[in-house]
């Protein structure tokens, strides 16, 4: 067992674990003593013959290299992995204990395809940073067991430890919030620029995107003219309203990200979200110091910014309902304190079948978060008060239903009381 797995064992039965079946996560712990609790949830549909593992991707010091392995992983266990196989994700943390959180993979097979799984399990034990283990019952089913797997000086897989599986609570919010600061979410320019950074080496693009910061990260002087964000999920109304407030304001309309980073967008979608949410968060930066030029001589619409980029990583990070995201004032919310704050932050809502109407009249593409929108609810409510959540500056919630016109008079209004246009 490599030092890295090692440095996690002497909290080992102060660890949660979650499986996320479905969608739900499911919660289990571990006792060195059985004191007669009952079978996790988890375990209790399992087959007489099914047999279970879990995979965890322990975090080395480079970070980088643990989330692409991470995401590497999975294409591995799906390709390789016998098509019985049932895979889930999975996570292991401390409650309560920021960036403790170990991501992983829950596996159930049967009985004829455990020789096959323990193949390749035992091939990644000695090769690669995961911590590998095994469930098994009792006679009476009553009772499992955790088996923690080690490789042995003769690279065969041998038992290190055996540990008792209990049920567990579920935390006050989801496992994945310990996480989510400079992670999922960024809050200063040098977090995002460090990770961008260190892409340079096995990411080409990451260094063209380098080359477009902006030369110096202090704040600007705050812009004569305000500047006003328009936010909002796709078909909401976004591009009417930002060209009418433009064409009305005499103002410059910038779309966020901005469209330097065009070039680059589809490579970086396809990176874990540790790079993917860092490059957009450098969009941020890039925008800010646009809106810092624009703005000394007109007032400025911004198409999306900073709340877009929080809002939907908080929303992917945390599955589940809305209850399982940080809870309001939670720091995750906080504006950056070296980004810029515009005057006002407007956003448009929509009665969801009403938007899928427009989405359908428009016949464009969707990009996957608009398909994970449509398909699932739970998420697009998550988007939507994750949104709500986010302070300094908060959003103005506009109801986008009425007619565009009727928008744009409300919306001026705003305005006018706010920036005084």
């Known amino acids: 067992m490599s030092k890295h797995a090692m440095s996690l064992l002497p909290r080992w039965c102060s660890r949660v674990f979650s499986v996320e079946l479905n969608g739900a996560p499911f919660y289990f712990a571990v006792k060195e003593k059985h004191l007669g609790e009952d079978v996790p949830r988890v375990f209790r549909e399992v087959q007489n013959r099914d047999k279970c593992y879990s995979v965890l991707v322990y975090c080395s010091r480079d970070r980088i290299k643990t989330a692409k392995f991470y995401g590497e992983l999975k294409d591995k266990l799906l390709r390789d992995l016998p098509p019985e196989c049932r895979l889930s994700p999975m996570s292991s943390f401390l409650p309560k204990v920021r960036d403790s959180l170990v991501k992983g993979y829950f596996l159930k097979g049967n009985s004829d395809t455990s020789s096959p799984i323990e193949r390749l399990l035992s091939d990644l034990i000695q090769h690669d940073p995961v911590l590998v283990c095994s469930y098994s019952p009792a006679e009476d089913g009553q009772q499992w067991t955790q088996h923690m797997w080690s490789e042995t000086a003769s690279q065969v897989m041998d038992v290190a430890k055996e540990y008792y599986v209990v049920p567990s609570e579920a935390p006050e919010y989801h496992p994945s919030t310990l996480n989510i600061i400079n992670s999922d979410v960024f809050y200063s320019f040098d977090e995002a620029y460090d990770v961008m950074k260190k892409c340079g080496d096995i ?151 009403e938007r899928k109407r427009r989405l359908r009249n428009r016949g464009q593409g969707k990009t996957d978060e608009e398909e994970e929108l449509d398909h699932n609810q739970l998420f697009r409510l998550r988007v939507e008060e994750a949104y709500r959540r986010i302070s300094g500056p908060a959003c103005v919630t506009v109801d986008a239903s009425p007619s565009a016109d009727r928008v744009l008079q409300q919306v001026l209004l705003l305005i006018r009381g706010k920036c005084h246009l």
């Not at 309902?321 to 448009?348: A, I, K, M, R």
């Open 203 to 353: 990411i080409p693009e990451a260094k063209a995107v380098l080359e477009l910061l902006p030369s110096r990260v202090e704040a600007r002087n705050k812009p004569d003219f305000p500047v006003i964000v328009i936010e909002g999920l796709d078909a909401t109304g976004k591009t009417t309203l930002t060209e009418s407030l433009k064409d009305t304001l005499g103002a410059t309309l910038l779309p966020s990200p901005p469209e330097c980073l065009s070039p680059w967008r589809a490579r970086f979608d396809q990176e874990p979200p540790l790079i993917r949410r860092a490059f957009y968060a450098l969009g941020n930066y890039i925008s800010a110091d646009q809106i810092g030029l624009k703005g000394a001589k007109t007032p400025v619409i911004v198409d999306r910014f900073w709340h877009s980029t929080a809002a939907y990583a908080i929303a992917t990070a945390v599955s589940g309902p809305v209850c399982n995201l940080p809870g309001e004032g939670s720091e995750v919310y906080c504006w950056p304190s070296d980004l810029f704050q515009p005057s006002l932050v407007v956003l448009l809502t929509l009665d969801p079948e």
